[in-house]
């Protein structure tokens, strides 16, 4: 269980300016709840998930998870980060079996429970391989092992997909339901990917950026294990791609300039007729 | 340097005496006093001797400034160097004087002291005696020493390279001690341009090896600092009579020290070249330092001029004169 | 701001230390005090000689320098583009590389003499090989796809994409390995001086040991930090600091 | 206009023997068409374009373009690679007009007519930046301004957009929709997501890996430009997806050996659950 | 293999080359034969002295550098955990490691002595400043996302995070700077031992130019030649090589 209430986060920036990244971000995550952030780069949803994880420290408001209140990154709340950030001098096993090695569990131990996991994401022939020998859908794979071993109560996921190419992500997503159908967890997703979004979760909140704050939620009420030819899901994601067409111009205004006007942009465009389609 | 402890049971433990020497043929009598056993007979059995070659008197006077080395035949200027700044050092004897000639490089149009105007003129090193012995010379008959062609240039070599440097033409004088002036003649490179008779100062009647001692092991070990006097004087009586025994002894401690012999005529000039004394001319070393406090190698010196007087100490010498 | 005042003042600070503990401690001749050091420093470039010998360290490690640039580059272009070259005789300058230059020195004593000429050969030496790796390995590593692209641009396969697209590309790697050439000469300038003659930093060096006098001694190695540190940090390291960032190569360092 | 008949292509790997990457490739691109060619990673979708491009030779069979013999790379067919490959040392304006210089224009025209490819990819303001000033989208723009200002009859793109975060890649969907509108240059498009491929073709070509062939063959008719929502598109994917999901099973067999079985293959499941929804 | 044929092929071509020139174009004595040279080797290696000199030398560097690299890594720790030193002391460092090292060796000759000590001291000298900046660099451009997902899995931020993450992290600027700074040893430990004394190859290159004896020279060369390339490409480069590419740190090279 999450509970974020009035976090709000400013950076200071090179030049002494302050950037308000997160204002005012409320919202709870129920157990065993899986929940997604959508929303345009740079927006924030990094910064709000390192706070939850206890990585970084609000400037205003509160982060509880599980009833307690969030000072420090711990087990109980594992991050797996967007590009995997396992150890390079450590073998898949040795990678997956650091946190228990932190808690002081002895080796036969650690070695069989961090074997069970890395089984269950089929990595079995792996355990001795370096990182740098496992392609990046592996890599990642490790790192959800890595994860779930520790057993947290809830997982933290950063773009875990992100660089991944679409039919290893395909499949991620597939066992990746699989887990949290099996076990459970309390689950905040972060990703840029609409569909990816949609398909996951129970719910997906949107941000709008520029102080990033949460801009809407949407609840995906279609039947687990998701089908990607759901009408549900196609519906849900037009709703999203709608919502966040205004985000998104407002990010290209700032790459391009006043090169890009409102009147050209084929985004609100195909938003609307979008939305068109949706109802 | 020896351990104090030693001091006084000398029948007990064994004394390790560090004798340093440069390797040339103007320390004789250093060579002769080891090769005949001179120094193991004074030093007794119960002294262990170790030899030390240098190549030049800067890096003698730090290690002996240092403790490195107990005691040793060295050229007086680079002493007079280090005693100024140490102060931890005293000249015992002298061993020789004389030794050093300058030669000029053939085709360098250099036949007198005069001509080095606008030259090129190699030394052993910077301070050192025959440096002393150069800016003499020059200063006689007006002759500055300059880093540009103005004056003369001076310039520290090792004196094997030096040779070198005359074949090729790139130096065009050298004041160096013997033998390797004469080998520079022998070998028709250049001509012995100043003979070592009129090298100033007190023309060739000066100080060029003398024996010097550490502080510390004159406090510790003065017996043992006697005994090398004793050794000395046997060296130098020993050459004195033996001439040509001499030559192949100097040879045999040349090829210990670097791994090369000489020929007994180059030896046999050397040895001609010099004076073999244990006396130590004070005016001459005085005028030697005045030189050196004029090119800027002594600093801090006032107006009342350099003050030797701690750096002598004599008496050993007077005693082993005496008790003979 | 307040790191540059804090610099300052632990410099100031060092300084009383350091004459401080001169006067208590009684290092005497063993090491000079920090007003012997400025005395020298002063009387040095009063009298012009410190400042002659740093100018004919630089003039010789600028002509050295520049050589084994032009020799470098040129070799490693060659063993770059050409297989048979690089397999037979590759070997040769990596062993070549691991030799400091200075054990050439006995040699170029004889070649040369005694004299300029020497240094310059050795600090030539000291810098080229490694130039030469630099540019083979700066001119193998390009990207092949700027090759290709390049030649899908109509620029052939000769000079223009030699020198309109191998020659920019490699300019990373280049900067890198000038940097690192550069500190090679730069000992063996100093070490070659030590040894052979002609008016350098070195020679004040050995000249100062000659004479015993420590605060020369310091004094030389004071102005050699500081030229290193100029010609290291205030120019090397900069221009391959632009040149990274110009290339958006220092996007993974910070 | 585009004919490859019978190409093959065999790769000496380092343990000396040989990986078949093509095998019999035979089609045809008509002019001004947009062709995409979907397949698993390492089926030789790259090997292909690049025999296309001129920039790697096929052993057997033969590539016509315009109708004539390709031999070398020419700046009638541009590539725009994945990583864009602009040159780090040029700006986007240099970069833009490196063609141009090539074939011996002169500055002033040179200036202008890459001025204008780069203002009608919306980065008027950006011509002096160097490209790692740029971000993703925006060096992957320059790159289609720097193809396009060659006036080429046919582009060839290599999953141009595979590293760029969802937004951006929809923005630029839509500026190449565009851009081939007004243009009609014949485009061979590489890419692994399924998506793109539908959203942008008038055809897509479905690879098998091992040996590289041609699977299927399929036919876009949605009205342009296109729109997301657009039933037909959402049919078609799910077709594709069912062809590629034979060949997606085998890679993920390869890289996880016999832990991974058919029967637990979450994505065999997936696809023909799909099948049934495609239908 | 055809590569390893062509290079014995290559080599003993040299020979041959060598052996003719010097017999043809009469070098006398500036640069010896291949059969003097060879005939030399042997005589070294059949009396000892090459072989004790080898020895000799090697002892030297060894010690010398693990000084360095503990004294080195110590201090980079420091630096890159304590931002007050690094800003106040770093630019030191910074100048120290442009010195050539050969620039102490006059006072190391009046501290220590013309023996085993200075050189061992200019030697360590040399390496200690490189080692302390690579290991700095290393421990400050560790991923921050490692140093946080460790505090996640429960190190603490204390010496289990020190031993478990960061040193493990580091390693690979480690070892590229202990390359960098062998090399840098390797350096002033030859000229080192060209101007001290004591037994050891640089000491031996400098009798042979004493004696004027080429052949003894090039040998001395040509051992210092193999022992570099066997310190740093056979060993250095291949450790470099297994940990870069065991951190997947290659794969942008290739
Ligand atoms: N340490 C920092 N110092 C200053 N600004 C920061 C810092 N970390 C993040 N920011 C700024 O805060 C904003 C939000 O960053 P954050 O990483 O949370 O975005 P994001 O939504 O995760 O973006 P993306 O989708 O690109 O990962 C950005 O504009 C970023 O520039
Ligand atoms: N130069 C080469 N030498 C050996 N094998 C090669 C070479 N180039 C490509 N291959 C192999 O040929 C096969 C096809 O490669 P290609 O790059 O065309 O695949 P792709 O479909 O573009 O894959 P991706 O989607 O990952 O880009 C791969 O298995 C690859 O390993
Ligand atoms: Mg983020
Ligand atoms: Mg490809």
Known sequence: ?279 | ?324 | MTTRWRKALFLILLLVIWETAYRTMHWGWRFPSALQTMQTFYDGIANGQLLDATMGSLRRILIAFSLSCVIGMTLGVLFARSRLLDETFGFVVVALQTVPSIAWLPFAIIWFGLNDMSVIFITTIGATWTMTIASRSGIRNIPPIYLKSAQMFGTGRGFRLFYQVMVPAAIPQLITGMRMAWAFAWRALVSGELIARGIGLGQLLEEGRSLGDTSVMLCIVLVIAILGTISDHLVFKRIENRIWTQYGLNAAKT
């Open chain 1, 1 to 279: 269980m999450i509970r974020v209430e009035a976090v709000g986060k400013t950076f200071m920036q090179r030049d002494g300016a302050g950037y308000t990244a997160l204002e005012d971000i409320d919202f709870e995550i129920g157990k065993g709840e899986f929940v997604s952030i959508l929303g345009p780069s740079g927006c924030g949803k990094s910064t709000l998930l390192n706070v939850v994880a206890g990585l970084e420290r609000a400037d205003s408001g509160r982060v509880e998870a599980n009833g307690k209140e969030v000072a420090q990154p711990g087990p109980d709340r594992i991050v797996v980060f967007q590009d995997h950030a396992l150890y390079p001098w450590l073998t898949v096993l040795e990678n997956v079996a650091f946190g228990l090695k932190q808690k002081g569990i002895k080796k036969k131990e650690r070695r069989e429970r961090a074997m069970e996991q890395i089984r269950a994401v089929h990595l079995g022939k792996f355990a001795d391989r370096y990182p740098h020998e496992l392609s990046g859908g592996m890599k990642q794979r490790v790192a959800i092992a890595r994860a779930l071993v520790m057993d947290p109560e809830i997982l933290l996921m950063d773009e875990p997909f992100a660089a991944l190419d679409e039919q290893t992500r395909l499949l991620l997503h597939k066992e990746l339901e699989q887990i949290w159908l099996n076990t459970r967890k309390t689950i905040l997703f972060i990703t840029h990917n609409i569909r990816e979004a949609v398909t996951l979760s129970d719910r997906v909140l949107v941000m709008s950026t520029r102080p990033g704050r949460i801009k809407k939620e949407f609840r995906v009420r279609a039947t687990r294990p998701r089908e990607p030819g759901d009408s549900v899901l196609h519906h849900i994601e037009s709703q999203i791609m709608d919502t966040l067409a205004a985000e998104l111009e407002k990010v290209a205004k700032e790459e391009y300039g006043n090169d890009y006007t409102l009147e050209k942009s084929p985004l609100s465009h195909s938003a609307a007729s979008n939305l068109g389609d949706g109802i």
């Open chain 2, 1 to 324: 340097g020896s351990s104090k402890d030693n001091a006084g049971s000398k029948s007990a433990d064994p004394v390790t005496v560090k004798i340093g020497l440069l390797k040339n043929v103007t320390h004789a009598p250093a060579f002769v006093a080891i090769q005949k056993g001179y120094l193991q007979t004074r030093l007794g059995d119960n002294a262990k001797i170790e030899v030390q070659g240098f190549n030049n008197g800067a890096d003698f006077s730090t290690a002996l400034a240092t403790g490195q080395i107990d005691i040793g035949y060295v050229g007086p200027s680079p002493v007079i160097n280090q005693y100024v700044r140490s102060k931890n050092i005293k000249i015992l004897s002298g061993a020789n004087n004389g030794g050093a000639v300058l030669v000029a490089r053939k085709g360098s149009g250099v036949t007198s002291v005069k001509d080095l105007a606008g030259k090129l003129v190699a030394i052993p090193t910077k301070g050192s005696t025959n440096e002393i012995s150069l800016r003499l010379l020059l200063r006689d008959q007006g002759l500055q020493v300059t880093t540009d062609k103005s004056g003369t240039q001076l310039i520290a070599m090792a004196p094997a390279d030096t040779l070198t440097a005359m074949k090729q033409g790139q130096v065009d004088a050298t004041l160096l001690p013997e033998p390797w002036g004469t080998q520079i003649a022998n070998e028709g490179i250049g001509d012995i341009v100043v003979d070592w008779d009129r090298i100033p100062p007190n023309k060739g009647n000066y100080p060029l090896t003398i024996i010097v001692s550490g502080d510390g092991f004159l406090k510790d070990h003065r017996d043992l600092a006697k005994s090398v006097l004793l050794a000395n004087e046997d060296a130098i009586k020993f050459i004195h009579d033996n001439p040509d025994e001499t030559y192949s002894l100097v040879s045999d401690e040349l090829k210990e020290l670097t791994g090369k012999g000489l020929d007994a005529e180059l030896i046999e000039a050397a040895l001609s070249h010099l004076s073999l004394t244990t006396d130590i001319d004070r005016d001459a070393l005085k005028t030697m330092a005045q030189v050196a406090v004029d090119a800027g190698y002594v600093k801090g010196v006032g107006e009342a001029g350099l003050d030797l007087t701690g750096l002598y100490d004599l008496s050993l010498l007077k005693e082993t004169l005496e008790g003979k």
